[in-house]
């Protein structure tokens, strides 16, 4: 990983066990570019002072063989993160070169069976980059972020309902982690006092739901930069370590998450893109959940306002 504020923010989560699990010893390889060096040695202190009882080494380095050599788990945060008034896209030009030289050190030195989380913007469009320029790693062991996304709208629910958002799950984000995402409250359920509701029976506001809900869910990483004059970190690394988590250790029994992966054609999305899905995860195996999860309506007005399918895409039987 590349050691910039999520990175910053990531190396103590996961050496704390919060991505592996509380009972895994870790070895952390940091990778950075050879100007941030006596950055990254630092880091590298702090990590031996903290007396961290699960980490079991630290390579510090801005070689990528090095980096990426043995790795079981990659977590690619490395890249140009965006200011305000530019879109993800906007950062294809820089973003996209890393992933071109970090797909053949991955395919290089990673070992044979390493899980792949790509974090930098674009995330969808740098995994394709990793998923072509690395044929040798299997398309299912490279997925992206949007598991940030799926816990902005988790908490979005939680805040309008006042609950924890501990009690709330099964939210859904479709698509591309930028603004064309749909981020999708209708299956969602949260649990009260009278038991596990729907969010729909809980809030009867149409509006809420189709409107403000979706919007404060795909421009929040711009209100953060607008606030914070950066981009999101902490809930970056955070959102990452769930979904390394979930995908290692597999979801909990009738909970789904979202995680840009490969696309099987499912739902209609044109297959080898890479798209956010509801997912569950099983022994390290990611599945796309099956069912009727998009109404025929949420399908044409989203496939109209955010240009999300292209007509041919659109299933016959659903015209
Ligand atoms: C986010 O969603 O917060 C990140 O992708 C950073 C950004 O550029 O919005």
């Given amino acids: 990983m590349m050691i910039g504020q999520i990175g ?25 570019l050879p100007k941030s060096a006596d950055a990254l040695s630092g880091v590298r202190m702090e990590l031996i002072d903290a007396a961290l009882p699960l980490l079991r080494g630290v390579v510090a380095t801005s070689d990528e063989a090095e980096a990426f050599r043995g790795v079981s788990f990659a977590v690619l945060i490395g890249g ?26 991955l395919q290089q030195h990673a070992a044979p069976n390493c899980k792949v989380l790509v974090v930098a913007n674009p995330a969808n469009m740098n995994a394709l ?79 809420w739901f189709k409107e403000e809900f979706v919007s404060v869910v795909q421009q929040r990483g711009e209100a953060v930069i607008k606030a914070r004059k950066q981009s999101s970190s902490l809930s970056a690394a955070s959102a990452a370590c769930d979904h390394m988590r979930d995908w290692i250790l597999g979801t909990p029994k009738g909970t789904w998450v979202s995680m840009g992966v490969c696309s099987d054609g499912s739902y209609g999305v044109p297959k080898g893109i ?19 999860f998009l109404s025929l309506y949420q399908y044409s007005r989203f496939r109209k306002r955010y240009n999300f399918l292209f007509d041919e895409d659109f299933p016959a039987e659903n015209k």
């Fill in 8 to 32: 910053y923010a990531i190396v103590a989560m996961i050496a704390r066990g919060l991505m592996l699990g509380p009972d895994q010893p870790v070895v952390l390889h940091m990778l950075d």
């Fill in 129 to 207: 980059v990793l998923k072509e320029l690395a044929p040798s790693v299997p398309a299912k062991n490279i997925t992206c972020l949007t598991r940030l996304d799926h816990n902005r709208a988790l908490g979005q629910i939680s805040e309008k309902l006042g609950v924890h958002v501990d009690d709330v799950r099964n939210a859904i984000v479709w698509g591309n982690h930028s603004s064309t995402q749909f981020p999708d409250a209708s299956h969602a359920t949260a649990r009260t006092q009278h038991g596990e509701k729907t969010v729909r029976e809980l809030i009867a506001d149409e509006k």
């Fill in 80 to 105: 140009w993160p965006r200011k305000e008034g530019m879109q993800r896209k906007d950062l294809i030009a820089k973003n996209v070169p890393i992933y071109q030289s970090q797909a053949s050190a």
């Fill in 274 to 292: 890479f798209y956010s899905f509801p997912v569950t995860c099983e022994k390290g195996e990611w599945s796309i959940l099956q069912g009727e």
